[in-house]
């Protein structure tokens, strides 16, 4: 009951399928979730969304009115640098934007306008002919990419950051514009330059948005609409075995209660490579096998709750500090540095008040870390919290320590037994360029005919919009093998 579970499942039920979820935890939206505790509500995941279109889109394949309200963010996002008291406001508006860039980067709405220009190109390019269709072969794929505007062939031979710093010449705008990187899981210096492409989804096409009462009422909403479909919905049962038939079929999931499920199609939006390896039992995705994928960083990520109020602080922010290439290229290997260079703060309360107590904001913190693969023990939580906590006091000009009243961490322990993340990687398998496209694991079982899968670790990758799109790639998988059985 993740986003891509839940769409693809009002696809399905309005085109007349009977539809049953089975969902591990006790309440739906997978990351896209919510946490009550002492009176604050938080949302534990994403904070705002992009693409909006994609959603509008779906609501009209459904034949309902989209179920939730969002408006847009403008400034996207503040960024505050470490010794700086300057804090950039990211306006869409080149010209506002470019104001504040006037001592430290001449001639930058020229310099932006023209890398926004390419990103666009790079974006109208792709996007229909890569990210919004199935693949049926390497030679499928391979025809699709021979689509794609040659010019945009360096990009992928180059990173992020290499794109970038051509265009750039500050360190400020340089981490500014880069920092859109670190929203697939990974950093500016490890992803492929043809994702400079969001910035253009970030700036100019759509950019980003929010939702009114919190993040979670997407999920209300179209859990709402899921049951005015009569879909079902079993919370607090994790699948863990399976049957199959002699026919390549897959004919019950069974559950850790030994219950079977039973069904002519299955759709899976458990990570897809972790479901094919722990619960499908395939050797092409036993931890040997999966140890060998590239995978995206781990997220600390942690819920605090005070008794006063923070007018000096914006609703989406961003903390660098002084080393943010060292820290970027060691984050997903090492963490042992007393400075925390890069971490977010979302003030959750600041458009939303229902989600604190009067007088009172709900803070949302999230720092990018190691997976248990680099960092298996978690042990120091509550010293890395404590420090993150110290820096954000001293950036704002106000310590925290003493009002707070509400407390919960989760590290990428929590983020794995929560959600069944393979090590605890925040957005599933990292995006280069042998994990994209046809190479991404597939949204149908390579043995078991009647098996589908949706979410972020198979195509076209990881977030909201790409799990909307996700789902509608699936549905077109599902239909189109109901039609041929």
Request: proline fraction near 4%.
């Given at each position: 009951?993740?986003?891509?579970?839940?769409?693809?499942?009002?696809?399905?039920?309005?085109?007349?399928?009977?539809?049953?979820?089975?969902?591990?935890?006790?309440?739906?939206?997978?990351?896209?979730?919510?946490?009550?505790?002492?009176?604050?509500?938080?949302?534990?995941?994403?904070?705002?969304?992009?693409?909006?279109?994609?959603?509008?889109?779906?609501?009209?394949?459904?034949?309902?009115?989209?179920?939730?309200?969002?408006?847009?963010?403008?400034?996207?996002?503040?960024?505050?640098?470490?010794?700086?008291?300057?804090?950039?406001?990211?306006?869409?508006?080149?010209?506002?934007?470019?104001?504040?860039?006037?001592?430290?980067?001449?001639?930058?709405?020229?310099?932006?306008?023209?890398?926004?220009?390419?990103?666009?190109?790079?974006?109208?390019?792709?996007?229909?002919?890569?990210?919004?269709?199935?693949?049926?072969?390497?030679?499928?794929?391979?025809?699709?990419?021979?689509?794609?505007?040659?010019?945009?062939?360096?990009?992928?031979?180059?990173?992020?950051?290499?794109?970038?710093?051509?265009?750039?010449?500050?360190?400020?705008?340089?981490?500014?514009?880069?920092?859109?990187?670190?929203?697939?899981?990974?950093?500016?210096?490890?992803?492929?330059?043809?994702?400079?492409?969001?910035?253009?989804?970030?700036?100019?096409?759509?950019?980003?948005?929010?939702?009114?009462?919190?993040?979670?009422?997407?999920?209300?909403?179209?859990?709402?609409?899921?049951?005015?479909?009569?879909?079902?919905?079993?919370?607090?049962?994790?699948?863990?075995?399976?049957?199959?038939?002699?026919?390549?079929?897959?004919?019950?999931?069974?559950?850790?209660?030994?219950?079977?499920?039973?069904?002519?199609?299955?759709?899976?939006?458990?990570?897809?490579?972790?479901?094919?390896?722990?619960?499908?039992?395939?050797?092409?995705?036993?931890?040997?096998?999966?140890?060998?994928?590239?995978?995206?960083?781990?997220?600390?990520?942690?819920?605090?709750?005070?008794?006063?109020?923070?007018?000096?602080?914006?609703?989406?922010?961003?903390y660098l500090g002084n080393n943010y290439k060292s820290y970027a290229k060691s984050?997903?290997?090492?963490?042992?540095?007393?400075?925390?260079?890069?971490?977010?703060?979302?003030?959750?309360?600041?458009?939303?008040?229902?989600?604190?107590?009067?007088?009172?904001?709900?803070?949302?913190?999230?720092?990018?870390?190691?997976?248990?693969?680099?960092?298996?023990?978690?042990?120091?939580?509550?010293?890395?919290v404590t420090s993150i906590i110290e820096d954000f006091g001293k950036r704002i000009?106000?310590?925290?320590?003493?009002?707070?009243?509400?407390?919960?961490?989760?590290?990428?322990?929590?983020?794995?037994?929560?959600?069944?993340?393979?090590?605890?990687?925040?957005?599933?398998?990292?995006?280069?360029?042998?994990?994209?496209?046809?190479?991404?694991?597939?949204?149908?079982?390579?043995?078991?005919?009647?098996?589908?899968?949706?979410?972020?670790?198979?195509?076209?990758?990881?977030?909201?919009?790409?799990?909307?799109?996700?789902?509608?790639?699936?549905?077109?998988?599902?239909?189109?093998?109901?039609?041929?059985?």
């Amino acid at each position: 009951a993740g986003l891509g579970g839940l769409s693809t499942a009002l696809r399905l039920a309005k085109n007349g399928y009977e539809v049953c979820i089975v969902e591990k935890n006790n309440q739906a939206g997978g990351r896209l979730n919510q946490l009550k505790k002492d009176g604050f509500t938080f949302d534990t995941g994403p904070s705002f969304f992009s693409m909006s279109y994609e959603f509008e889109e779906f609501a009209k394949d459904c034949g309902i009115t989209l179920p939730f309200e969002y408006f847009p963010l403008d400034p996207l996002y503040y960024v505050n640098f470490k010794n700086n008291p300057h804090t950039f406001h990211l306006y869409k508006d080149s010209h506002q934007l470019a104001e504040q860039f006037e001592a430290i980067e001449p001639d930058f709405e020229i310099k932006m306008n023209r890398y926004l220009d390419q990103c666009k190109d790079a974006f109208h390019d792709s996007v229909d002919v890569v990210i919004k269709q199935n693949f049926d072969s390497l030679l499928h794929y391979f025809k699709a990419l021979i689509q794609v505007h040659p010019k945009h062939v360096t990009k992928l031979f180059q990173s992020f950051w290499q794109i970038v710093t051509k265009k750039f010449d500050s360190k400020e705008a340089k981490q500014i514009v880069s920092l859109v990187a670190f929203f697939l899981g990974r950093t500016p210096f490890d992803t492929s330059g043809i994702y400079t492409l969001l910035s253009y989804t970030e700036f100019k096409h759509d950019g980003y948005f929010n939702v009114k009462g919190g993040m979670y009422a997407i999920v209300e909403g179209i859990v709402a609409e899921l049951k005015k479909a009569n879909v079902t919905i079993i919370y607090n049962t994790e699948i863990v075995d399976f049957k199959h038939d002699n026919n390549n079929k897959i004919t019950a999931m069974i559950d850790e209660h030994t219950n079977e499920h039973t069904a002519d199609i299955f759709l899976v939006n458990s990570d897809a490579a972790y479901f094919r390896g722990k619960v499908l039992k395939k050797k092409k995705y036993n931890e040997k096998h999966l140890n060998k994928k590239k995978w995206t960083m781990g997220y600390l990520t942690f819920y605090v709750g005070i008794d006063c109020k923070l007018p000096q602080v914006n609703h989406h922010n961003y903390y660098l500090g002084n080393n943010y290439k060292s820290y970027a290229k060691s984050v997903l290997s090492d963490f042992n540095t007393d400075e925390k260079p890069y971490y977010y703060v979302n003030v959750v309360s600041k458009h939303n008040n229902t989600c604190a107590p009067q007088g009172c904001e709900s803070l949302f913190f999230v720092c990018p870390v190691p997976n248990l693969m680099q960092k298996p023990n978690w042990d120091d939580k509550d010293e890395l919290v404590t420090s993150i906590i110290e820096d954000f006091g001293k950036r704002i000009g106000k310590d925290i320590r003493p009002h707070i009243i509400s407390k919960t961490i989760y590290t990428p322990l929590e983020w794995q037994n929560q959600f069944n993340l393979y090590k605890g990687s925040g957005l599933g398998l990292a995006h280069n360029m042998l994990q994209i496209g046809y190479l991404r694991a597939k949204n149908s079982d390579e043995d078991y005919k009647n098996v589908f899968y949706v979410g972020a670790s198979t195509i076209p990758g990881a977030g909201l919009p790409m799990a909307i799109i996700s789902s509608k790639l699936a549905y077109e998988r599902i239909s189109k093998f109901d039609e041929n059985s």
